[in-house]
């Protein structure tokens, strides 16, 4: 980021002339596993795992793609698989997916119908008979319902912990558009929810806000919607705070846009100022800040163009001065324990 913000992109000077990017050329080659995900309410999500076995480093990156209620998204654009390839030849373990009635994600069970928020006013043009949803289907005040995702997607996380396949305790998102504001909210919720480590006899000891296994987010072109639901600047700033701007919780956070996209600048200059209400060179929150992609008004996974430097920024200096700086989690079992409040499930904030 630059000098009005809190990093020190010379670092990138240096380090250039010495590091190659990842081949994100040899993308094919990266192997994956397609894996379901399963909602509290019955919607399976398709995925994609990108599993990295003795990694270098001991993180999963989750990546939230943009979604637009006419024009879709999926999370298996061009630009999502040149920035998770690019990850894997770094070291992490990847998990992409698609949000509910975006891209292969709109398989339903029968107990998905059973639930309030899954009926109309919130779903249009639906029969409970269906097993099938699209984003079509959804009204305005669905979407904020699409953090139950991210809800699910730390369960899966939490399993594959136990299995031994990842570390949940270094979870890093990476959210474009409305992903970007979803993650915002699903952290803001992680900020309240606590492990229970009494096991449930005698006096209530509650562990860390679980916020403190995310390392890291990172939101491409930031914006204050969801779908066609405004969150508003004031609301976002909320979340972020409640995550990143915390006395205890200070996850660290870049806002990444096109130098000239100013509709992105607005709100990523006003979480940042919310975060950071001393000013951007404050020394507090040393890996919050701004990196804006000189000469373009590209927007979401258009930034993960292989000929523009997002990619290169993303791996070679945000990220390996943010895991510098945090080192090494210890691993810990997951799913064994509780949770209070005891859910799996995630409400809109």
Not at 67 to 76: E, M
């Amino acid at each position: 980021m630059r000098p009005v913000t809190s990093l020190v992109l010379s670092l990138a000077v240096v380090t250039a002339a010495l590091l190659s990017p990842p081949d994100v050329s040899a993308q094919a080659k990266v192997p994956t596993k397609t894996v379901t995900i399963p909602t509290f309410d019955g919607v399976s999500l398709a995925g994609t795992l990108y599993p990295n076995p003795g990694g270098k480093r001991d993180a999963v990156v989750v990546l939230l793609h943009h979604f637009d209620p006419a024009k879709g998204g999926s999370s298996q654009s061009e630009g999502w698989s040149n920035l998770a390839a690019a990850l894997h030849a770094d070291g992490y373990t990847v998990l992409s997916f698609d949000f509910r009635g975006f891209g292969d994600s709109k398989t339903v069970d029968n107990k998905f119908w059973d639930f309030k928020h899954n009926q109309a006013p919130h779903l249009k043009n639906v029969k409970k008979k269906n097993q099938t949803i699209a984003h079509t289907n959804f009204n305005s005040s669905y979407y904020p319902y699409l953090v139950n995702d991210m809800a699910a997607v730390r369960a899966y996380l939490d399993r594959r912990n136990d299995a031994k396949e990842v570390n949940s305790s270094n979870i890093i998102l990476i959210g474009a558009g409305d992903g970007s504001t979803i993650g915002s909210m699903w952290m803001a919720h992680e900020a309240r929810r606590r492990r229970d480590k009494s096991g449930g006899i005698g006096m209530l000891l509650l562990g860390d806000p679980e916020v403190r296994d995310v390392a890291a987010a990172i939101w491409i072109s930031p914006t204050a919607k969801i779908g066609p639901k405004t969150a508003g600047a004031g609301q976002m700033g909320k979340w972020t705070l409640d995550a990143g701007g915390g006395k205890t919780n200070k996850v660290p956070m870049a806002f990444v846009y096109g130098k000239n996209d100013g509709p992105s600048d607005t709100i990523g200059s006003a979480l940042l100022k919310a975060l950071k209400p001393g000013g951007a060179k404050g020394k507090d929150l040393p890996n919050t800040g701004i990196e804006k992609i000189d000469g373009t008004k590209l927007k979401g996974d258009a930034l993960l163009d292989r000929d523009l430097p997002t990619i290169k920024w993303i791996t070679g200096t945000y990220l390996k001065k943010v895991m510098e700086d945090r080192g090494a989690r210890e691993w810990n079992e997951r799913t064994a324990r509780t949770t209070a409040p005891a859910t799996r499930s995630a409400r809109p904030c």
